[in-house]
């Protein structure tokens, strides 16, 4: 009997986690279920639970995981600071004159809003606010305008600073400034490829990413170069004291994070659109999305003791150590999990339910721990696109106007997941992309 507890709890919380029951509380409950299961055949005993008290300490005092409300605050008090209408208003006059030109900018501002905030939602949603009606009216094609604003907002989860990556970091136990430097090829890598695709369908369809008209483009040549200094120079500004003090081993992402909240206040202030009340909405955003990780931290710790408690982690890696093709039969089983599972739950659950199952079984195949970050990052990314249930989609359809059908939508995002599904290949067979400059 006891063989068949470990696989049991873990269908049992799959099984609860497709019903829509909250995660923290799944894992919580599905944890005590079994340990008294277990406890009343023999095969668990209770004194293991002690541990947990101290294991909870051990979250709240984790000195990685205040990363997470700093580099939350950074981005939400940038999103309040109207950092990216700003950004997509000049850079789409940039751009303005060739085709594709406002989808190239999104792809850029997209790039440049990641590096800047790490918050995915808010660059979905503030694009879509933004750039949308804008596409729309001069006469782009819904899929490509929705397609282009979608894949472009979700950069914010591998390149860094990610919040994505300070989780997972946590998880896998590696650095999160080596995790930051590993994700940075990828996911420039990646905004490239979608430039590239950007580019290549406005010039063989040019109907469906027309080009600005010169009535539009008003502002002279300086007047637009001044404009884009002023712009430009903040967020990038920002950059350089967050991951350059990161990748220069001057401070750890923690101190990081802190300067870059305080640096998002700066610039609000800089562009006078800090106010009182956007500091509170700004605090109020940050301790909702903190105490929601805390709790599923707390919860998957649960999950975790108990389910070492009944020996579950022997099976797992047992099983995942023993499958065809080694390393590379782990990481598709590995990707086609998080792959899946990305249809239905949230990338913190993700992180907090499968990576500490799978992490064993790469230790013991002694795989590079910053390589298979890398890619579980880029796999959760292609989740966010992926429809029917892609969050990416859910925040981008709250702001499309009526006109603008679903299935465009999906038929929008489909060239950028096979595009983010090729520079996942690549990575996965060039591990050389994401260690190159740790080494």
Same mark, same amino acid.
């Given at each position: 009997?006891? !063989?068949?507890?470990?696989?049991?709890?873990?269908?049992?919380?799959?099984?609860?986690?497709?019903?829509?029951?909250?995660?923290?509380?799944?894992?919580?409950?599905?944890?005590?279920?079994?340990?008294?299961?277990?406890?009343?055949?023999? !095969?668990? !005993?209770?004194?293991? +639970?002690?541990?947990?008290?101290?294991?909870?300490?051990?979250?709240?005092?984790?000195?990685?995981?205040?990363?997470?409300?700093?580099?939350?605050?950074?981005?939400?008090?940038?999103?309040?600071?109207?950092?990216?209408?700003?950004?997509?208003?000049?850079?789409?006059?940039?751009?303005?004159?060739?085709?594709?030109?406002?989808?190239?900018?999104?792809?850029?501002?997209?790039?440049?809003?990641?590096?800047?905030?790490?918050?995915?939602?808010?660059?979905?949603?503030?694009?879509?606010?933004?750039?949308?009606?804008?596409?729309?009216? $001069?006469? &782009?094609?819904?899929?490509?305008?929705?397609?282009?604003?979608?894949?472009?907002?979700?950069?914010?989860?591998?390149?860094?600073?990610?919040?994505?990556?300070?989780?997972?970091?946590?998880?896998?136990?590696?650095?999160?400034?080596?995790?930051?430097?590993?994700?940075?090829?990828?996911?420039?890598?990646?905004?490239?490829?979608?430039?590239? $695709?950007?580019?290549?369908?406005?010039?063989?369809?040019?109907?469906?990413?027309?080009?600005?008209?010169?009535?539009?483009?008003?502002?002279?040549?300086?007047?637009?170069?001044?404009?884009?200094?002023?712009?430009?120079?903040?967020?990038?500004?920002?950059?350089?004291?967050?991951?350059?003090?990161?990748?220069?081993?001057?401070?750890?992402?923690?101190?990081?994070?802190?300067?870059?909240?305080?640096?998002?206040?700066?610039?609000?202030?800089?562009?006078?659109?800090?106010?009182?009340?956007?500091?509170?909405?700004?605090?109020?955003?940050?301790?909702?999305?903190?105490?929601?990780?805390?709790?599923?931290?707390?919860?998957?710790?649960?999950?975790?003791?108990?389910?070492?408690?009944?020996?579950?982690?022997?099976?797992?890696?047992?099983? +995942?150590?023993?499958?065809?093709?080694?390393?590379?039969?782990?990481?598709?089983?590995?990707?086609?999990?998080?792959?899946?599972?990305?249809?239905?739950?949230?990338?913190?659950?993700?992180?907090?339910?499968?990576?500490?199952?799978?992490?064993?079984? &790469?230790?013991?195949?002694?795989?590079?721990?910053?390589?298979?970050?890398?890619?579980?990052?880029?796999?959760?990314?292609?989740?966010?696109?992926?429809?029917?249930?892609?969050?990416?989609?859910? $925040?981008?359809?709250?702001?499309?106007?009526?006109?603008?059908?679903?299935?465009?939508?999906?038929?929008?995002?489909?060239?950028?997941?096979?595009?983010?599904?090729?520079?996942?290949?690549?990575?996965?067979?060039?591990?050389?992309?994401?260690?190159?400059?740790?080494?």
């Amino acid at each position: 009997m006891e !063989h068949w507890l470990a696989p049991l709890m873990l269908v049992s919380l799959l099984a609860l986690l497709f019903t829509g029951y909250p995660v923290a509380a799944s894992l919580g409950g599905v944890a005590l279920l079994f340990a008294f299961i277990g406890a009343e055949l023999g !095969h668990f !005993h209770w004194n293991l +639970l002690m541990a947990l008290p101290d294991r909870m300490l051990g979250i709240m005092s984790n000195y990685v995981l205040l990363a997470v409300p700093f580099f939350i605050f950074m981005g939400t008090m940038l999103e309040k600071s109207r950092l990216a209408e700003d950004l997509l208003e000049t850079i789409g006059m940039v751009f303005g004159p060739i085709r594709g030109g406002l989808a190239l900018a999104v792809v850029f501002v997209g790039a440049l809003l990641a590096a800047a905030t790490g918050v995915i939602g808010a660059s979905v949603v503030a694009m879509g606010l933004i750039s949308l009606p804008v596409m729309l009216r $001069y006469g &782009y094609a819904k899929p490509m305008a929705t397609g282009v604003i979608a894949a472009s907002g979700t950069l914010g989860q591998i390149i860094p600073p990610s919040v994505v990556l300070v989780v997972l970091a946590d998880q896998m136990g590696v650095s999160v400034g080596d995790l930051f430097i590993g994700a940075l090829t990828p996911g420039l890598l990646l905004a490239g490829a979608f430039a590239v $695709y950007v580019f290549m369908r406005a010039w063989i369809n040019p109907s469906c990413a027309p080009a600005l008209p010169k009535e539009v483009r008003a502002l002279t040549l300086p007047k637009l170069l001044k404009r884009l200094l002023l712009v430009m120079i903040p967020p990038l500004a920002l950059v350089f004291v967050v991951l350059g003090s990161i990748l220069a081993g001057i401070a750890t992402a923690t101190e990081a994070g802190a300067l870059g909240a305080v640096g998002a206040m700066l610039i609000a202030a800089l562009t006078r659109r800090f106010t009182f009340k956007a500091l509170r909405d700004t605090m109020e955003s940050t301790l909702r999305l903190t105490a929601m990780v805390m709790f599923l931290l707390i919860g998957s710790t649960a999950f975790a003791l108990v389910f070492r408690g009944i020996e579950g982690d022997f099976w797992i890696q047992d099983m +995942l150590t023993n499958l065809p093709g080694g390393i590379i039969g782990l990481i598709i089983i590995t990707n086609l999990t998080i792959f899946l599972l990305g249809f239905f739950i949230d990338f913190f659950e993700i992180a907090f339910i499968v990576v500490p199952l799978f992490m064993p079984a &790469y230790i013991v195949l002694e795989a590079d721990p910053v390589w298979i970050g890398v890619i579980i990052a880029m796999n959760l990314q292609t989740s966010f696109l992926t429809p029917p249930f892609g969050f990416a989609l859910f $925040y981008l359809r709250g702001v499309t106007p009526d006109s603008v059908k679903t299935t465009d939508m999906y038929r929008g995002v489909i060239p950028f997941i096979v595009i983010q599904l090729i520079v996942l290949v690549g990575v996965i067979c060039f591990p050389g992309l994401v260690t190159w400059l740790i080494r």
